[in-house]
């Protein structure tokens, strides 16, 4: 796919609503014992620890479609921004480990506040999961950004925004009404949402 027909995709996807499914048993064993609102940095990076292996199996499964396959298995390869899995009450309040690639990571760690514009090629993926409040563990997608080139989709602010559900399925979400309307609050500094302060890696 051309790199104009796949912006136009990853910018102009709606949904009516997005499906997540998972496998509620592979997952049991992986309970934090107390409400996600209550868990400390290690108790979230203890469910993380157990739920790890198959939340990167899970986004891995299946034709990525208008995602390139590789953000998607090399971005536990990527410099981490995180610590350890945090909710900042972004994403559906669900816990994320974030990751930059070469092009962004020097950039990205500097969790600048205003006056710079992040390179284009630039891909950011976050992990994520949930636990409720009776302490049960879901994964939750993989969201990734994508920097593209100036121009290239200004309604966005050049950032392609996607999302792999835990079983590898894509979405198509509604990335002008929903990722972009997030991520413009964050306009000072290129509509980043960075990692609590206390997880970020210094």
Same mark, same amino acid.
């Given at each position: 796919m051309s790199q104009t027909l796949r912006g136009l995709a990853l910018s102009a996807l709606i949904a009516v609503g997005v499906h997540m499914p998972f496998s509620n048993d592979a997952h049991a064993a992986?309970?934090?014992?107390?409400?996600?609102s209550e868990l400390t940095g290690s108790e979230a990076q203890?469910?993380?620890?157990? =739920?790890?292996?198959?939340?990167? %199996? @899970?986004?891995?499964?299946?034709d990525k479609r208008w995602i390139p396959s590789n953000y998607v298995t090399d971005y536990r390869s990527w410099t981490s921004a995180s610590t350890f899995p945090a909710a900042p009450g972004f994403h559906g309040e669900r816990?994320?480990?974030?990751?930059?690639?070469?092009?962004?990571?020097?950039?990205?760690?500097?969790?600048?506040?205003?006056?710079?514009?992040?390179?284009?090629?630039?891909v950011i993926a976050k992990e994520?999961?949930?636990?409720?409040?009776?302490?049960?563990?879901?994964?939750?997608?993989?969201? =990734?950004?994508?920097?593209?080139? %100036? @121009?290239a989709s200004p309604q966005t602010n050049d950032w392609y925004y996607m999302m792999v559900a835990p079983n590898g399925q894509p979405q198509a979400i509604?990335?002008?009404?929903?990722?972009?309307?997030?991520?413009?609050?964050?306009?000072?500094r290129d509509g980043l949402g960075y990692p609590v302060e206390e997880a970020r890696v210094e």
């Open positions: 992986c309970e934090a014992g107390k409400p996600g203890a469910v993380y620890d157990c =739920l790890k292996d198959s939340l990167a %199996a @899970g986004y891995a499964k299946g816990f994320l480990l974030t990751f930059v690639n070469a092009v962004g990571a020097e950039q990205y760690l500097k969790y600048a506040e205003e006056g710079f514009t992040m390179p284009a090629g630039t994520s999961f949930s636990v409720n409040d009776q302490g049960k563990a879901s994964p939750g997608p993989l969201f =990734l950004m994508e920097k593209a080139p %100036a @121009g509604p990335v002008a009404d929903a990722c972009h309307a997030c991520h413009s609050g964050f306009d000072a």
